[in-house]
């Protein structure tokens, strides 16, 4: 239809910036192309925490920006964690 790529990113990328490299990925010669995502609940429950059927209590229209939301959330979790960690092998060793 736009005469470009059409990408299909099958996967929610950990980091905002990879996402955006992916949509990058569809145009080709000055041709807009198209980008889709198609995800997994099993997935999303498996590395970002989402529980199985949440995004059914999202409106459509505003699942995209839920999802933003709960990877950044997850991410400022595990950094979190691992500054955690840090502090305590820092105390551990002095």
């Not at 609940?41 to 059914?56: A, R, S, V």
């Not at 505003?62 to 939301?69: A, K, V």
Request: hydrophobic fraction near 30%; include cysteine.
């Amino acid at each position: 239809k736009n005469g470009g790529v059409h990408v299909i990113q099958a996967f929610l990328s950990a980091d905002r910036s990879e996402e955006i490299q992916v949509q990058g990925r569809t145009a080709r010669q000055g041709k807009k192309g198209s980008y889709q995502l198609i995800l997994l609940e099993t997935d999303l429950q498996e590395h970002f925490g989402i529980p199985i059927g949440m995004k059914d209590t999202i409106p459509h229209k505003e699942i995209y920006q839920w999802l933003c939301d709960s990877r950044d959330e997850y991410q400022e979790r595990h950094w979190q964690k691992i500054m955690e960690n840090l502090e305590n092998a820092i105390e551990k060793d002095v």
